[in-house]
């Protein structure tokens, strides 16, 4: 079975890393994949207390500017602007943080964890031998079990 046109649209849009435009009210923004400065920020704010009602602006004006010099220069603007000036609700600010959320590159994050995980030299690794006794003692405990059941 064929993949729709739209499966393969997106599939594009992910290789070609094309940016996703996200609405608020009537201003339209730019969203593409957000670099690892930019998720750095994203934590900083995340992990700040007492700032529950400001984080949603702060986290969308992050997404919105992504990357270093619009991060220093315009993000104290930005999140200002958009909190006490246009005063944008949460709802306002979903489609764009959601957006953000999938413009994550988790994909090589998963591969390199698992990757460093096998070249691990504290790991143990079983000999033959010792594979052939677990799975001896697994075989004899089922089958210990199994007689206990058809016998009581």
């Not at 919105?64 to 306002?92: C, G, H, M």
């Not at 143990?124 to 004899?140: A, F, N, Y």
């Amino acid at each position: 079975m064929e993949p729709s046109i739209e499966a393969q649209n997106e599939l594009n849009s992910i290789l070609e890393n094309l940016p996703d435009y996200v609405n608020i009210r009537k201003k339209t923004y730019k969203i593409k994949w957000l670099h690892p400065i930019t998720i750095r920020k994203i934590n900083k704010i995340v992990l700040k207390e007492g700032n529950d009602d400001k984080a949603s602006h702060q986290t969308a004006a992050c997404i919105i500017l992504n990357s270093l010099f619009k991060l220093k220069f315009a993000y104290p603007i930005l999140w200002r602007w958009f909190y006490y000036v246009k005063q944008y609700t949460e709802a306002d600010l979903t489609e764009v943080i959601a957006v953000g959320k999938k413009k994550i590159p988790l994909q090589s994050y998963y591969v390199n964890t698992i990757l460093m995980t096998g070249m691990m030299d504290t790991a143990m690794t079983m000999t033959k031998k010792e594979v052939s006794s677990i799975r001896q003692e697994q075989g004899m405990a089922q089958r210990g079990t199994s007689q206990k059941n058809t016998a009581g």
